[in-house]
C-alpha cells in the first residue's frame, strides 16, 4: 500500500507520500467542474459587456460538453503512450491557460479560453479515476468517494459564490479568475510528481475489447441513459439562474438554489453504488430515478417563485441527478465482463453523451428566444426524463453488452 510508485522497486526508497499524492488528486477534483459551474450565475454580467443572445449564452456552457465528446475516446490512449502524470500536468497547463484567457480579449478569447477548459477538464475526468486505482488499489472505493466529495462540493460552492464575488468589486472577470488560480496550485502540486510518470500499461492495453461496443445495442441503451441525465444537469447548471430569476427570485437567491441542488447530490453519491451494486437489478432505481424527474420538473414548471417549493424541487433534482449519474457510472462495470469492455464502454457513453447533453443547453436558448418563455424547454427535459425511463429499464436488467464472451472473459 506504501509503495505507491513504479520506481520504488528501482531506488529502493519510496519517496512519494501517499497524503501528497492524495492531495495532488483532490486539487485537481477542485478543478474538475467549477470552472464550469461558476459561469452559469454570471451570464447577466457576462452578457451586458458582450451583447449576445440566449442562444449564445446556451453554447457559453456547451462548449466544455463538446470539448468531453471530442476528447474522451483518446485520453486512454494518450496515457498509456505518455503516463498518467505527464498528461494531467500538460492537462492542467491548458486549464491554467483557458481560465486566463477567459477574462481577456472580449467575446473570441471568452469561447477560446471555454473550449480550452474544457478539453483540459475532459482529459483528468477520464484519467483521475484510473489513477486512483493505481495508487491506491485497495482501498479504491473510499478514495473515489473523498474525490467526488470534493469534485461535487467545489462544484457547488462555485455556483454558490460566483456571482456575490463578482459584486465585491470583482466583476465577473476577477470571479472566473478566482478558479484559475486554484488550477494553478493544483499546476505547482503535479509539477514534482512528473519524475515517478511510467506509461500506463493497463489502460493502454484496455483501449480495444475483443468485439466493437459500438455494435452492441445494450452499449448504445448505456450511452443515451447516459446522455440525457447529463443533458438535464448540465442545462440545469446552464439556465437554472435565469429560469428562477424570471420566477421572481434574486440574482442571489437564484444562485444559492443551483447551490442547494447540487449539495443535495453529495449523500447520494455515496448511497446509489453501494445500493445497485447490492442489487440483483437496477430498474427500481430507476424507477425511484425518473420519479424524482418527473416531481421536480414539473414543480419547476408550475412553481411560479414560491422560495421553499423551489427549493424543495431542486433537492429532488439533485437526488435524481446523483442517482443517474451514479447508474450511469455503474453501468460501466455491471453490464461488461472485462475491464476491456467497461474502459470501451465508458469512452463511448462520455464521448457520444456528452455529445447528447452538449444539445441541451444551445437548444434551450434557441426554445426561449423562439417562446419567449421556460415552460416548452423545460418540457423537454421531461421527455429527456421518459428516454431516461426506457434505457434504464433495459440498462437496468441482468444482460451484458457483449453476453457470448462469458465464457472466454472467465477463461
Not at 505507491?4 to 512519494?16: I, P, Q
Amino acid at each position: 500500500m506504501n509503495r505507491t510508485s513504479l520506481n520504488d522497486a528501482e531506488s529502493g526508497l519510496s519517496l512519494r507520500n501517499p497524503l501528497f499524492v492524495l492531495i495532488c488528486i483532490l486539487f485537481t477534483a477542485i478543478n474538475m467542474r467549477s470552472p464550469i459551474t461558476a459561469i452559469s450565475p454570471l451570464l447577466d454580467l457576462i452578457r451586458h459587456d458582450f451583447p449576445v443572445s440566449n442562444t449564445m449564452a446556451g453554447f457559453l456552457t456547451t462548449i466544455p460538453l463538446v470539448a468531453f465528446a471530442i476528447l474522451s475516446p483518446f485520453v486512454a490512449k494518450l496515457a498509456g503512450k505518455y503516463g498518467m502524470e505527464r498528461i494531467i500536468i500538460i492537462s492542467l497547463m491548458v486549464l491554467t491557460v483557458g481560465g486566463w484567457l477567459r477574462p481577456f480579449g472580449g467575446l473570441p478569447m471568452l469561447l477560446i479560453g471555454t473550449f480550452l477548459t474544457g478539453l483540459a477538464i475532459a482529459i483528468v475526468n477520464v484519467i483521475l479515476p484510473g489513477m486512483i486505482k493505481r495508487e491506491f488499489p485497495f482501498r479504491v472505493g473510499i478514495m473515489t468517494s473523498i474525490y467526488s466529495i470534493c469534485m461535487n462540493v467545489f462544484a457547488a460552492t462555485a455556483s454558490a459564490v460566483s456571482l456575490p464575488l463578482a459584486n465585491t468589486g470583482l466583476g465577473w472577470k476577477g470571479s472566473i479568475l478566482i478558479w484559475t488560480v486554484l488550477a494553478m496550485v493544483a499546476l505547482i502540486l503535479w509539477i514534482p510528481q512528473q519524475r515517478y510518470n511510467q506509461p500506463a500499461k493497463l489502460m493502454k492495453h484496455s483501449v480495444k475489447a475483443t468485439r466493437s461496443v459500438w455494435r452492441s445495442p445494450l452499449a448504445w441503451k448505456i450511452t443515451i441513459f447516459m446522455g440525457m441525465q447529463s443533458m438535464i444537469f448540465y442545462v440545469s447548471i446552464a439556465w437554472l439562474p435565469d429560469i428562477l430569476q424570471e420566477q421572481g427570485l434574486t440574482n442571489i437567491q437564484s444562485g444559492y438554489m443551483l447551490s442547494l441542488m447540487q449539495f443535495s447530490m453529495l449523500p447520494f453519491n455515496f448511497i446509489i453504488p453501494i445500493l445497485a451494486a447490492k442489487l440483483k437489478t437496477q430498474r427500481p432505481l430507476v424507477l425511484f430515478t425518473v420519479m424524482l424527474y418527473l416531481i421536480s420538473l414539473l414543480g419547476i414548471i408550475f412553481v411560479d417563485g414560491y422560495l421553499w417549493w423551489t427549493a424543495t424541487c431542486l433537492i429532488l433534482l439533485g437526488i435524481a441527478g446523483a442517482s443517474s449519474f451514479s447508474l450511469s457510472m455503474m453501468f460501466f462495470s455491471l453490464r461488461t465482463h472485462t475491464a476491456n469492455q467497461a474502459a470501451d464502454l465508458s469512452g463511448m457513453s462520455q464521448s457520444i453523451g456528452y455529445l447528447l447533453a452538449a444539445c441541451g443547453p444551445t437548444l434551450f436558448g434557441i426554445l426561449h428566444d423562439v417562446t419567449g418563455n421556460w415552460k416548452l424547454p423545460l418540457s423537454i427535459l421531461v421527455i429527456a426524463t421518459f428516454v431516461i425511463l426506457y434505457t434504464g429499464m433495459m440498462a437496468g436488467g441482468k444482460g451484458f453488452i457483449h453476453p457470448e464472451e462469458k465464457t472466454a472473459s472467465a477463461s
